[in-house]
C-alpha cells in the first residue's frame, strides 16, 4: 500500500520549479540545472515573479499561472514566501512538495511559527512536504534531481535518507567514482512532515530498492518509525548512522536541526529492536553503502582470508574475531588443492597465506578452491603490492574467478582488500568496473562482512520471535485505582503500601511488608508474617531512621516485636519531639544472604516512549553502569536477550560454587515490567532495586514507583510473522 | 652513543649484493635494480658465482673475491648457502647484512637450526644481521634501497620498523601519492639479531628521526626493548601497531614469525609504560604516520572544529568527546569575528557551522580567527561539497592562511578533511603539496589531533613519574629463606604459614591465623588473637573441609575454641577415617562487612616477565573480568594509574553512604608486590584474593603463594628524568 501522496513525490508526471532563478551559484539556478539536466521526461514548469524567461524557459508569473497543476513543487523562496507558495500549491490541488528554503525550525520560536503556518497550509490540501531546509530529492530510475546537489548518481537500488544535505552531498561525491548507483536520494532538513517512518513505509514496499542507508540525528514520531522500520528490516537491510551520540554531540546536533535528541542508549536499543544495522562512524556508513550495493545475504559467518602477505592476514583475522566472526575451518579437500597448487611455505591454514611472490594464477586457483569449499561462508581476497607479481594481474584473476564461478551458480560472496593506494589504484577500478566490494584495509573489508553477517543473524532473530507473554494474573484495574487514588491526592510517588499493591497486583514477588499504627498492630503483623522480621518506624519527617533508632532488625516472635515497638517509639520521640510518627512497617527480613542483587526499572525516554531497564543492582547501581534498556513488550527471548547483554549475566549463570540463578523467574519479572508498561500510562518511573536473585527465584526488597498526570502511550511493537 | 654497528648498517660506504641476478621479478634482480636506481653514492658489488656480469656490472664469483670487504652486504641466496655467506662475509670483516632469504625459525626446528648457524658464523666477527625472511633496508636520505619492494619513498623524518615484509610494502604505495618521505625503512623479517631495541636505540639519537612508527607481532628481549621504548619516546613519538590481539590472530602471528606472543593486555600496559601510542588497525597506522609526519606537537586537548555542514560538526564532536577530547571553548573576541564576518544563520558557536554556501572567505577568515584564538589548541577544517561554493577553493584559502598564519609565528596545527572523493580529490592533493595534514573522514582527522594529544599526555605523565618508594621495613632475605625451603623440599606452593611470613616481611596485612597441632594449641592461639576466631582442620587429605565438618565461625574466647576442636576433631575422623590430620589453624574473623573485595596478584608474562595484577576481586574474580595489569616497580603514581583504570575504582571513590577506601593503602600494596616481584626471581605467581578495602585499609583474607627454580631476571624500569 503506497504512503499518502509519496508516490506523486517520487513519480510526479511534472515538477515546477518555485524560485527558478539564473543569478549563478543561487539555489534557485543549480536546482533548475539538475532538474534539466537529469533527464527527467515529464514538464517541467518555472515560477519567478521578476522575469519573463529563465535560462531560455517561460516563467510564471505565481503558482495560480501556472496552466496546470504541478505534480510535484520544488520551493526554493524566501522563508516568508513559503507559506504563500505552499497555500497557492494545496488550492491548486499540487500533492507533494520539496521545500529547499532553510528559516525554519533550526531558528528558534519564529521559524517554528512559520513552520506551523506552512503546515496550516498544506494539510487541508493532503499536500505533502519534505523539508524545509533540505537539499532535494532525487530519484535516478526516471531523470528527476531536484536537488541543488553537484552530481548526480546513476540508478541503482539502494535508497539513502539523510537528516543533513551536507551528509548527502558527502556520499554523492564518495560514490561518484565507484559508480555506485541509489533508487531515492532524500535530504529530510527539518522534517515538519514527512519523516523517517513515512519514507521506510514507503521503500518497504518498493521493489526498486534494495537496501536503505539512513543518516539520524533525532528521530520524531517513534511509533511510526518503529513500525515501519520492523517490517522493513524484514525485507532489505537497513543500515543507519545516528550521531549525537555524545553529550556535547547531542547539544550540535539539537542546535544544528532543532529535533529533540533522546538518549542514545535507548536509539540503540531501538535500531537492535527494528533490526536495523547501525553504524557507528562515516566510513562505516560509506563502506556499508558499498557491501549493500555490490554483495548479496550470507548465510553464514565463517570467513576464508586469502592473502600474499602474512601482516595483513593477521591484522584481518583480529578484526574477524574482535567482531565476533569466526575463521573457516578448511575441509581436506581444500587443503589437498592447495598443498597441490601451491609452493611448500603456504600458511597449511586459514587465513591461506600464498606468499609474498604468488602469481595470479595461485590467487585464481586458490579462491576458486575456496569458493568450493563448503564450510567457507564468504571469502577475503588480501593483496600486498610486491616488486615480484603484478597486483592488477592478481585482481584481473579474482574478478575472472568470481565470474566464472557466478556463471555456474555460485553465490558466495567475494570481499577484497588491494592494500595501498599507488599500485593499488588500477586493481580497486578494475573490482569497481567488475562491481566486486573492495575496500581500503583488511578491517574494512571485515567490517563489510559483519554487516552481512549481522543482518543474517537479525534476520534468525526477528524470524524467531514469540508473541509475548500474557501477564498471566495481573491485575490492571487494581492498580490503575492505585494511581488514580494517588494522583488525585497530589502526590509523584506512591507510598510503601501502594507500591507492594502494584507489584502483587502484577505478580512480581516483593519482601512482605504491613504497615500498622501502633505497637499491637507490629505485634500481630510479626505473627502474620512469621519468622523474624524487621520493624521500621514510619514518619514523613525522617529520612535517615537509623540514626534515630527507628530500625530494628531480626526480631522474633509477636511480644519481641511488640516490646521494640514501645522502645522505639520512646526513643524516636526522645531524638526528635517534633516529628510526625504515622506508625511502623513490620518486614520480613530478605532471606537471601548469597543472592546477586540485580535492578530491574521502567522509565519513559522523551522520544521511544517506556524502556525497561535491568542491570546489576545494589546501592552502588551507578557506580557499577552495568546497565541495558529494552522496549517494552517484551518476550522471553528478548528478555533474555536483554538479560545476556550485562557483564551481571555471567555471574547469574553460576560461577564456583554458586548455582545458576533462575533466570527464568528474572525473564518473568522483566516481562511483567514491560506489561505494566503497556498497560499503565500514568506510571512514568519504577525501580526495582534490590531484585535479589538466586536459584531458587528473585525477590524484589525495595522498589520505588511515581506516577503522572500525563498519560503516554506505549508503541505496539507486535511480533512479527515470518516474512 | 651508537648501537654496535647499526651506523654501518644505515650509513655504509659500499654495498654487496649475494645473489645477484638478472632473471626478471626474482628477489636478486629486483634488488639489484633498487639498489642501481635508489641514488646511492657509495661502490655496489655483485656477486653470483654462475655469471661473470650481471645487468652490464662485473659479478664476482664469490665473496672472498671481492676487491674489498663490503661494508654492508644484502643476501638473496638459498637457505642452506646463507650460513656459508655469512662465515665469508665475517671473514672479510663486513660489519652488517640484510638476510632477505627466507627459510629460517619460520619453518619449524630445522630452520631454527639453520639460524642458529648463521648467528654462530656472524657473531665473532660482530656482524650484524637484519633479518632473514625480509624485504630489506631503505635509506632514502642516502639513495641506500637495499631492498625487493616495489616503489622508493622520497626523504622524510619517519623511521617505520615492521615486522611484516607485507606492512612495508602495503605502507609504501600507501604514502607515495601522498609525498610522504621516510628516514629508514627496516623490514625485521624473523629478528634473529637486531631487533626492535636495536633499531630504537640508535633511532632515538638519530637527529633525522621526528617520529617512528612500528608494525609488531611479538617482542623479544622485553627488557631491551622497554629500555629503548622508554628513552626514545621521550624525545619522539612512538605509533605502534601491535597484531594477534585476538586469540586466533596470536595463532596466526605465531604460525608467520615463529616468535612467542605474549598476552596482549601486557603489551598494552608495556607500550602505555613506555609513553609509546598504540593504534588499533592499519587505517589508523596509515594516518598517524600523516599526522607525524605533518603535524607538530600540540600543548593541549582544546579543539575547533570549522565547518560548512552540519552533520559532520556533529559526527567530528561525537569523535572527539568519545576519544577523551575537548571543543575548545570560542573566546568572546572569536565569537564577535565570526558575527561581523559571517551571515546570522552560523551555528555561533564551536563546531563552528559557516553554512553549506560559505565561499572561500569565509573559510579563511574564520580559520584565521581560531588561529588566533588563545582558548583553541589546534583546528580542524571541514568542507562538504555542494554546488554553492567550489571546495578547492576553500582548500586554497585554508592554504594561504596557514602559510600566513605561519609566516607570523603561529604553530597550531591544522587539520583538514574535505569529505566526499570526486570533488575532493583535487583538494585532497592541493594539501598534500602544501603539507598540511588531510584525512578522508571527520573521524580520522579527530583521531589524528588525538594521537597528538595522547603524546602530550604520555610526556606530562613521564615527567611527572616519581622515583619508586622503597620498600620499607621490607625483608627480602627472610623471603628468599623461606623460597628456598620450599624449592628444596620439592613444592610449588607454599604452605599458609610461609604464606603469612612472606607476606609479613613485606608488610602487607594479613588476617592473622596461627597453626596448631591439637586443641589445646587451638586455645592459646585463640587467647593470643583475641575476639572471635575461625577453627579450621589442617589436613593435606581434605580439600572441601566444611563438608565433612571441618569449619566452624565465629568462636569466642579459649575455652570455647578448645571444645570445638575436641568435637571437629571427632567428626572429622568418623568422616574420613583414612584422612592425614596435621592440626587446626585458628583464624581471625574478617572484620569488615562493608569492606570492597579487591585482587592484588603477580604472574609472569612470558615475554615481559612480573606483572603486577589489580582488579575487582571475590570469588566471581573471572566472571566480573575487571582486572588490569601493569609492570612493576611501581611508584604512588603509577599504582594510582593502575586503580584507576578498573571499574572497581568508581566504588573505592566512596558511593552513596560509603566512605571513600584508602586508596594510599591499597597502592601500597601494589607497590610492595612489585617490590616483591623484583626481589624474589623464584616466586613466579601470588594472589592476594580477596584484599578487603574500606576507609580503615586493607586486609588480606587469602593469600597463595607458588614458586619455581627457575629464576627469572625482572625487567629495569627506571624512572626516567626529565629530557
Known sequence: MPIHNLDTL?????????????????????TLRNLRGGGFSGQLFLVNPQHETIDGRVAYHDIMSLPVAPELAVIAVRPDQVVGAVRDLGLRGTKAAVVITAGFSELGARGSELQREMLAAAVPHGLRIVGPNCIGVIVPGIGLNASFAQ??????????????????????????????????????????????????????????????????????????FMAAARNAARRKPLLVLKVGRQTEGAKAAHSHTGALAGSDVVYDAAFRRAGMLRVETMPELFDGIETLALTSPVNGDRLAILTNGGGPGVIATDALVSAGGKLAELTPATLAAFDALLPPTWSHGNPVDIMGDAPAEHFAGALEALLRDERTDAVLVLNCPTALADPAQAARAVIETVASSTREGGTKNVFTTWLGEFLATPSRKLFAGARIATYETPEDAVQGFMHRVHYHRNQ???????????????????????????????????????????LGAYGIPLLQSRFVAD????????????????????????????????????????????????????????????????????????????????????????????????????????????????????????????????????????????????????????????????????????????????????????ARIAVTTEARTAMALAPLPPD
Open 460 to 502: 534468525i532473530l526477528l524470524a524467531e520471535e514469540a508473541p509475548p507473554v500474557a501477564c498471566a494474573g495481573c491485575d490492571a484495574a487494581l492498580v490503575r485505582a492505585v494511581v488514580e487514588r494517588a494522583l488525585a491526592a497530589g502526590r509523584q510517588w506512591l507510598d510503601p503500601a501502594e507500591v507492594a499493591r502494584v
Open 151 to 224: 552530481v548526480m548518481p546513476p540508478k541503482g537500488d539502494i535508497a539513502f535518507l539523510s537528516q543533513s544535505g551536507a551528509m548527502v552531498t558527502s556520499v554523492l561525491d564518495w560514490v561518484q567514482p565507484r559508480g555506485i548507483g541509489f533508487s531515492h536520494i532524500v535530504s529530510l532538513g527539518d522534517m515538519a512532515d514527512v519523516d523517517f517512518g513515512d519514507l521506510l513505509e514507503y521503500l518497504e514496499a518498493d521493489a526498486a530498492t534494495r537496501a536503505i542507508a539512513l543518516y539520524v540525528e533525532g528521530i520524531t514520531n517513534a511509533g511510526k
Open 10 to 30: 517520487f513519480m510526479p508526471g511534472s515538477v515546477a520549479l518555485i524560485g527558478a532563478s539564473d543569478r549563478e551559484h543561487s539555489v534557485g539556478a543549480v
Open 519 to 702: 505497637p499491637a498492630g507490629a505485634a500481630n503483623a510479626a505473627g502474620e508474617l512469621g519468622g523474624g522480621v524487621a520493624l521500621k518506624i514510619e514518619s514523613p519527617d525522617i529520612t535517615h531512621k537509623s540514626d534515630v533508632g527507628g530500625v530494628a532488625l531480626n526480631l522474633a516472635g509477636p511480644d519481641r516485636v511488640r516490646n521494640e515497638a514501645v522502645a522505639m517509639l520512646e526513643r524516636v520521640r526522645n531524638a526528635l519531639p517534633q516529628a510526625r510518627i504515622d506508625g511502623f512497617v513490620v518486614q520480613q527480613m530478605a532471606p537471601r544472604s548469597a543472592a546477586l542483587e540485580l535492578i530491574v526499572g521502567l522509565s519513559i525516554d522523551r522520544v521511544f516512549g517506556p524502556v525497561v531497564l535491568f542491570g546489576h543492582g545494589g546501592t552502588a547501581v551507578e557506580f557499577i553502569a552495568d546497565t541495558t534498556v529494552e522496549l517494552p513488550p517484551l518476550n522471553s527471548a528478548l528478555a533474555r536477550a536483554q538479560m545476556a547483554r550485562t557483564n551481571v549475566w555471567r555471574l547469574l549463570q553460576g560461577y564456583r560454587n554458586s548455582p545458576p540463578a533462575d533466570l527464568d523467574a528474572i525473564a518473568d519479572v522483566l516481562i511483567r515490567v514491560g506489561t505494566l508498561a503497556a498497560d499503565q500510562p500514568h506510571i512514568s518511573e519504577l525501580d526495582i532495586n534490590p531484585l535479589l536473585a538466586d536459584a531458587r527465584g528473585v525477590l524484589a526488597i525495595d
